[in-house]
């Protein structure tokens, strides 16, 4: 979800970039009880049961959730950064800090170089997308 009305540097995410595979342990038991619920029509498949189930935790300690991302001063969305808004920062001789709740993405055309030149800090809850060299240069840069 896109928050802001004037996106600069943000874009929205495709489709294919909302969303990130994880893999989780359960219970036999617990497996079971959602095998039963799914087979009684009370959800699509094990992924609709988990997906509700995520939502509802979120929901229900939503309040939190928006003074932390206020406290902490992060987007809420997606973030992209491409060559040329990080080049258009460095002429100018400003800087920014990455700091996301959900996709930041930097374009596989930025140099390692370009990033540390530009980016003085990295914060991403959810997922961190960018060439394997530019985030290994950040590294150091990343909580």
Known sequence: MDVSAD????KRASDAEKSEKITINVGLV????????????FFA???????TAIRRQIESRASSVE??????????GSEHYSRRDLEA??????????????LASI??????????STITAVEVLGAFRA???VKAALASRTR
């Open 67 to 76: 003074s932390t991302v206020t406290r902490r001063q992060l987007t809420l």
């Open 107 to 116: 374009a596989d055309d930025v140099s390692p170089e370009l990033a540390l």
């Open 45 to 51: 498949n094990r992924t609709d049961f988990i997906r």
């Open 89 to 102: 920062l460095r002429d100018c001789g400003r800087t920014v800090e990455l700091r996301v709740l959900g």
């Open 131 to 133: 060439p394997r060299a």
């Open 7 to 10: 996106p600069g540097p943000m």
């Open 30 to 41: 617990d497996l079971g009880q959602i095998d039963l619920l799914v087979s009684e029509g």
